[in-house]
């Protein structure tokens, strides 16, 4: 925090007592996971202070009547993570609505500029995964409000209770000139209104018993840093051919109370969360409808584990989301101890994406080494506006039946491939000692008996197919202009502890890709399709 940080004096507000600004008040200390900073409260004063909607002084507060309060300060490089506002609250507060603003020096080209989140927690207190979380919305907006009957997209309609609410900023990049921010707080008195019926999705659609579904467990909307609507998400869901999607919003639970309009016998809409971490993000998948997951910490804070188990006793899956992310805290650093999946293959194949996959197949070799259980990849679209692509790619789930726990039971077993789109279709088993086993599944034989690999793929015209295992690459083989074929391989389970399938786009040159060869070029094209693997024991 700056020295100079004050409260100015708004003249609309005058007199009031309140503005007395004490900086020795300002409490610096760790009130969440992360580094955390209080600053002084923010008062809204009795009745008097209310100016009423007509002009005149009021001695109760006029229904309608409103009342600002305005901050400012200056934050430096290495502000706290999150610093909390204090706004004490009245009695019979209708609204509760804030802008805010922050300045944008230029900055040197590969300096990171301003960027400042905002969100608020209410009188339930600010504790790392308490009760009081009313809404964030990230850099996405610049004002926000919240009543009983409705709230800004982000945040949570419900009662403006009285006492001390908290606006918090989240100054995750502050440019070297540092940051000055202005918080303008509005409070509307009046009854409160109708209260919030919320419309959460059905845990089930109309599916087909035991088969596979597609469908894309990571998409944004305007409820956090999203363009599209919820029913834009929902359509294109649709469009993409896709069974069902998940909800994950930034840090909110917020668009929860909205699927249930968008959702349908054709489409099953899980609710989720992803939790945006200063050390990389993760998804919360199959959050029961409302639940909020906390996303207040760093790695070196220790606290991911404690979050984890909190979607694990939900029902939920912990997913790490697009592990290698270049972007600023994005990458991910809080290990996969408690991942039920990773997520390797985020929105277009991009160079990430490769770095994902590699750590995953490395992760399955020392799944067979420890015996511990492996981790099983996830593919999602990430898609937030126009033109990413929704789908793009997606998981194809075995699942008992179109159900929330069924298709997270089959995400977690590992029964799932992934799909550039609707229009790749694939069928992956190995077959060996008279047993069969497909993705996601175990297939024990004799250390010498012959094991056949096998996969069918349709929709990937002039494609190539790859077998890998924990040796590397073991076979590559072109399928035709057609896209269709079928490609088999020969191994035992002496040789290879698990085998898995990925078929590649060609390369930009139309040529297949160079295999297992060293070089300076790109190695392969997009990936197409990715599935899980397949173990082989010897017994
Ligand atoms: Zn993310
Ligand atoms: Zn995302």
Known sequence: ??????????????????????????????????????????????????????????????????????????????????????????????????????????????????????????????????????????????????????????????????????????????????????VQVTLTFGAPGPAFVPNYPPQRAKGRGRAWYRGDGHLHTVYSDGRRLPSEVAAGARAAGLDFMVSTDHNTSSSHAVWGQYSGPDLLIVTGEEVTTRNGHWLALGLPAGEWIDWRYRSRDNAFAR????????????????????????????????????????????????????????????????????????????????????????????????????????????????????????????????????????LTAAADAPVDVRIDVSGVPKGTVRFITDEGQLHQESLPDSGTGTVVWRTTTSLAAYVRAEVRQPMADGSPGQGNTMGPALVWGPMAALTNPVFLRVG
Not at 45 to 56: E, K, L, V, W, Y
């Open 307 to 442: 979050f984890a188990g909190q979607v694990h006793r939900s029902g939920g899956l912990v997913v790490p989301a697009h592990p290698y992310c270049p972007y600023i805290a994005c990458q991910w650093k809080s290990g996969y101890d408690d991942a039920d999946a990773m997520e390797v293959w985020n929105g277009p194949w991009t160079y990430d994406d490769e770095s994902a996959v590699d750590t995953w197949d490395a992760r399955l070799g020392e799944a067979v080494r420890t015996g511990r259980r492996w981790t099983p990849a996830m593919g999602n679209s990430d898609a937030h506006s126009v033109p990413q692509v929704i789908g793009l790619p997606h998981n194809v789930v075995l699942a008992d039946d179109l159900t929330t726990p069924d298709v997270l039971a089959g995400i977690k077993a590992g029964h799932s491939w992934i799909a550039e789109s609707s229009a790749v279709q694939l069928d992956f088993t190995v077959t060996g000692g008279g047993r069969q086993a497909g993705i996601g599944g175990t």
């Open 1 to 182: 925090m700056h020295p100079e940080d004050t409260i100015p004096t708004d003249p609309a507000d005058e007199p009031c007592e309140q503005h007395a600004f004490d900086r020795r008040r300002m409490l610096l200390g760790v009130t969440a996971g992360a580094a955390a900073i209080t600053l002084a409260p923010v008062a809204f004063g009795p009745a008097a202070s209310a100016q009423a909607a007509d002009g005149t002084s009021a001695a109760a507060p006029a229904p309608g009547s409103t009342v600002t309060r305005t901050v400012s300060g200056h934050l430096d490089t290495g502000a706290a993570d999150f610093v909390y506002l204090p706004v004490e609250v009245p009695e019979g507060v209708q609204q509760f609505a804030v802008q805010y603003s922050y300045d944008k020096p230029t900055v040197q080209a590969g300096t990171p500029a301003n960027s400042c989140d905002i969100g608020v927690f209410d009188q339930r207190g600010t504790a790392l995964g308490g009760r009081g979380f009313r809404g964030w919305s990230g850099g996405f907006r610049t004002s926000f409000e919240i009543s009983n009957t409705e709230a800004t997209p982000g945040y949570l309609p419900g009662p403006v209770g009285a006492g001390t609410w908290h606006v918090v900023l989240g100054p995750y990049q502050v440019a070297p000139q540092g940051l000055d921010y202005q």
